[in-house]
């Protein structure tokens, strides 16, 4: 009878799981503090993880059965009261978000064990957990301010991760001030582009900000809030040139925290982002389409080259990582910047991929630092032999990012081909083109000192061949595994986004 009155008590939770993703990491995160152990704190954070994933996966499953989700707060209907708004488009990206913090949390033990102070160690998770119920909260929120509240909970707590790699590299106190001042200034660049709105609608709730701008006209105000919201979510996306931040973020941060940045952060941005250019203020606005021509496409080409360029040149293996997320996101914003339907769902698809094979590229270095103490690419030598399972995932996730044929990386830049050619866009074809062999040559670079150059000599002795922690390398390779997998069967990422794109470009709610 216990078992039967508890599955109905899960049950009767189902109905709320929009709010739980949210609530259950927000409440777990200062439990983890309190706890103090750290072992204890880890495993309280894995499971909390685990049921926002599982949540996520609810939320998702009700998506894909051709049901949006709206949870009113408090019983409070809209536009008075904050709703919880679930589609294609934050179906997607919540189970990003919340199946990479499972997975970074497993790898990321090991990591912490040495790379954070043991008394620091239960507040970093607790700290990790209250970034995740921001994040979670940017993506399902349907409230404009809300959206603000959640961007400073998830950014707050990012400074301090940051800040704890200073127990390794004391670079990661100034890597974090800067990303508190930059992203302070994109907060404040958004709040105001809020404000803005809200002075020209009289309301905060995204879909009633969305009616009511498509019954009025397109003022100064208006074009104002546009273009504070732009440069502020442009800020928290790292989109060139606005990106100054992400190099030294990524490069100093704990092994575990530059695995959860590269995969979820920047693509929470992109998506609040999308969700206003499209959702609140209406693709096809005379002022957004001159934009997306004239300003964001040559800015997403900018980045394609320029920081493929500067991570072809970088000694540093993080850094070499950072950069070309940077050059990523311009695959992205290019898909974004096209106003199709096409171009839109190809670049929500690479988000979806590109967090798959840079999380994927940054465990596989955490490892390898972990087990050789590698920081630049020419330590990386002969770490096939010494690091054999690290190096082939490492090699693996790098060839998705190439975009080689039989990974996910093929598959989205097949289609932002595609939707560019529909587009006319030649000039964008021969862009992915030239960015792609870019990263080539830097993937090429550290491909070759891992298999072609010999491990470090020890005059006589044979090599020795380092274990990486099991606990690490699975997650690892569930990353690598999904790097293929999705080349075979994109249909779940595809078909939401494409479910995303004819929605948002058709007007639907945020």
Not at 155 to 169: E, H, K, W
Not at 255 to 264: D, E, N, Q, R, Y
Not at 362 to 390: C, D, H, N, W, Y
């Amino acid at each position: 009878m216990s078992a039967i009155s508890s599955i109905s008590g899960l049950r009767d939770l189902l109905p709320h799981a929009a709010a739980l993703v949210v609530v259950i990491p927000l409440l777990a995160g200062p439990i983890a503090v309190i706890l103090a152990k750290a072992r204890l704190a880890w495993l309280w954070s894995v499971l909390v993880a685990a049921a926002a994933f599982g949540l996520s996966l609810v939320l998702l499953g009700t998506v894909l059965g051709g049901e949006t989700i709206t949870y009113e707060m408090g019983n409070w209907p809209a536009p008075l009261g904050i709703i919880y708004y679930v589609d294609s488009l934050n179906a997607l990206v919540i189970s990003l978000v919340s199946g990479m913090a499972l997975l970074a949390l497993l790898y990321g033990w090991p990591m912490v064990e040495r790379e954070i102070e043991p008394k620091k160690q239960a507040m970093f998770f607790g700290t990790f957990l209250i970034c995740l119920a921001g994040l979670i909260g940017v993506a399902i929120t349907g409230d404009a301010f809300n959206v603000f509240v959640f961007l400073e909970v998830s950014s707050i707590s990012t400074y301090v991760l940051v800040a704890m790699g200073a127990g390794q590299n004391r670079q990661a106190l100034t890597a974090s001030f800067n990303y508190l001042i930059l992203g302070t200034i994109g907060a404040t660049f958004f709040v105001i582009g809020v404000g803005l709105l809200y002075m020209a609608t009289g309301t905060l709730n995204m879909a009633d900000i969305s009616r009511l701008l498509a019954d009025g006209d397109n003022d100064r105000v208006v074009r104002a809030a546009f273009s504070f919201i732009v440069i502020g979510l442009g800020l928290k996306t790292a989109m060139f040139p606005l990106h100054t931040w992400l190099p030294n973020a990524y490069a100093f941060s704990p092994s575990m925290i530059g695995v959860f940045l590269a995969s979820t952060a920047t693509k929470v941005a992109f998506y609040t982002l999308i969700r206003f250019l499209f959702s609140v203020f209406h693709a096809g606005a005379p002022f957004e389409t001159a934009m997306f021509d004239y300003v964001l496409a040559p800015m997403a080409i900018t980045a394609m080259i320029v920081c493929s360029v500067q991570a072809s040149f970088q000694p540093d293996v993080r850094r070499l990582l950072a950069y070309s997320s940077v050059a990523q996101l311009g695959y992205m914003l290019l898909g974004l910047s096209m106003g199709t339907v096409a171009g839109l769902s190809a670049g929500l698809l690479h988000m979806f991929n590109h967090a798959l094979m840079k999380g994927a590229l940054f465990m596989a270095v955490g490892l390898a630092t972990l087990g050789l103490g590698v920081i630049q690419v020419s330590e990386m030598r002969g770490m096939g032999k010494t690091m054999p399972l690290t190096a082939a995932g490492l090699s693996i996730a790098g060839l998705s990012l190439m975009g080689v044929p039989l990974t996910a990386g093929f598959v989205s830049k097949y289609y932002l081909v595609i939707a560019a050619l529909e587009r006319g866009w030649w000039w964008a074809v021969a862009a992915i083109v030239v960015s792609s062999v870019l990263a080539i040559f830097y993937i090429g670079r550290m491909i070759e000192a891992m298999y072609l150059q010999k491990p470090p000599s020890h005059g006589d002795d044979p090599v020795i061949v380092v274990r990486s922690p099991i606990l690490a390398i699975v997650p690892l390779y569930i990353l690598v595994a999904a790097n293929i997998w999705f080349f075979f069967d994109p249909s779940v990422p595809k078909g939401l986004a494409d479910s995303a794109a004819t929605l948002l470009l058709g007007g639907g709610a945020p």
